[in-house]
């Protein structure tokens, strides 16, 4: 049996010139199929075959919110757990990478810059002016908390509107890293992913008035990328 990622052709052009960017992978903490190790592997793998280097960095800062979100803690109780989360990743991760030296880890921190701080200004005051922008949040929000009900750490008497005010900055919060940490690198950056982040792409095409303030490297470009188990 083998396994494979599998991009769609419309991604054809820029895979074909994949080794004149640096491959970035964000990696959900708690997403299955980021702890799951084979499929990481496999996205390890392509990473190294595909593009110039790449990196792959753990969003364990944001997390805190969606545990505060789901189950009502405390910011700093959620903050530890986030971190050891991330640490586990990271060393799992780390695991795999070690046969593949042109794919690094790094954790949210290394990026959390000025640029990344000024993005999520904008972002937060997107967020409370711009009815289109802030719907489009919470449209992935409301997703979110409504796959996570069957959760059994789930505290049922959160209100939904506490629960929407936490989950929405983890978005936030990855949306001002993920648009931000483009300048980090001289190569022009291609973000791979198992789906699309459509307001993300919004972003980069600076879609909402207000991305003239953003932070934005108009080179960067998206690819989507799954792991198939075949034969």
Same mark, same amino acid.
């Given at each position: 049996?083998?396994?494979?990622?599998?991009?769609?052709?419309?991604?054809?052009?820029?895979?074909?010139?994949?080794?004149?960017?640096?491959?970035?992978?964000?990696?959900?903490?708690?997403?299955?199929?980021?702890?799951?190790?084979?499929?990481?592997?496999?996205?390890?793998?392509?990473?190294?075959?595909?593009?110039?280097?790449?990196?792959?960095?753990?969003?364990?800062?944001?997390?805190?919110?969606?545990?505060?979100?789901?189950?009502?803690?405390?910011?700093?109780?959620?903050?530890?757990?986030?971190?050891?989360?991330?640490?586990?990743?990271?060393?799992?991760?780390?695991?795999?990478? =070690?046969?593949? &030296? !042109?794919?690094? /880890? *790094?954790?949210?921190?290394?990026?959390?810059?000025?640029?990344?701080?000024?993005? $999520?200004?904008?972002?937060?005051e997107a967020y409370r002016?711009?009815?289109?922008?802030?719907?489009?949040?919470?449209?992935?929000?409301?997703?979110?908390?409504?796959?996570?009900?069957?959760?059994? =750490?789930?505290? &049922? !008497?959160?209100? /939904? *509107?506490?629960?929407?005010a936490n989950a929405k900055?983890?978005?936030?919060?990855? $949306?001002?890293?993920?648009?931000?940490?483009?300048f980090a690198f001289q190569?022009?950056?291609?973000?791979?992913?198992?789906?699309?982040?459509?307001?993300?792409?919004?972003?980069?095409?600076?879609?909402?008035?207000?991305?003239?303030?953003?932070?934005?490297?108009?080179?960067?470009?998206?690819?989507?990328?799954?792991?198939?188990?075949?034969?």
């Amino acid at each position: 049996m083998t396994t494979k990622i599998i991009v769609p052709e419309r991604y054809g052009e820029i895979l074909a010139n994949s080794k004149n960017y640096v491959g970035l992978m964000g990696l959900s903490v708690g997403k299955a199929d980021f702890e799951n190790p084979q499929t990481m592997t496999e996205y390890a793998r392509f990473m190294q075959e595909r593009f110039a280097y790449s990196l792959m960095v753990v969003a364990d800062v944001p997390k805190r919110h969606n545990i505060m979100a789901l189950e009502g803690v405390s910011e700093v109780k959620a903050e530890q757990r986030a971190r050891v989360a991330g640490d586990d990743m990271r060393n799992a991760i780390e695991k795999i990478t =070690r046969d593949y &030296p !042109n794919v690094k /880890v *790094a954790r949210w921190r290394h990026f959390a810059e000025e640029k990344y701080s000024h993005n $999520l200004e904008v972002l937060q005051e997107a967020y409370r002016s711009d009815g289109e922008f802030m719907d489009e949040c919470n449209c992935v929000v409301w997703k979110f908390l409504s796959q996570s009900m069957g959760n059994p =750490r789930t505290n &049922p !008497n959160i209100s /939904v *509107a506490d629960r929407v005010a936490n989950a929405k900055n983890y978005l936030l919060e990855e $949306l001002a890293l993920l648009v931000a940490i483009p300048f980090a690198f001289q190569l022009p950056v291609c973000e791979i992913y198992p789906g699309r982040n459509e307001i993300h792409e919004r972003i980069q095409n600076r879609e909402f008035e207000f991305c003239g303030d953003l932070n934005i490297r108009d080179d960067k470009v998206f690819m989507e990328a799954y792991y198939k188990d075949g034969d």
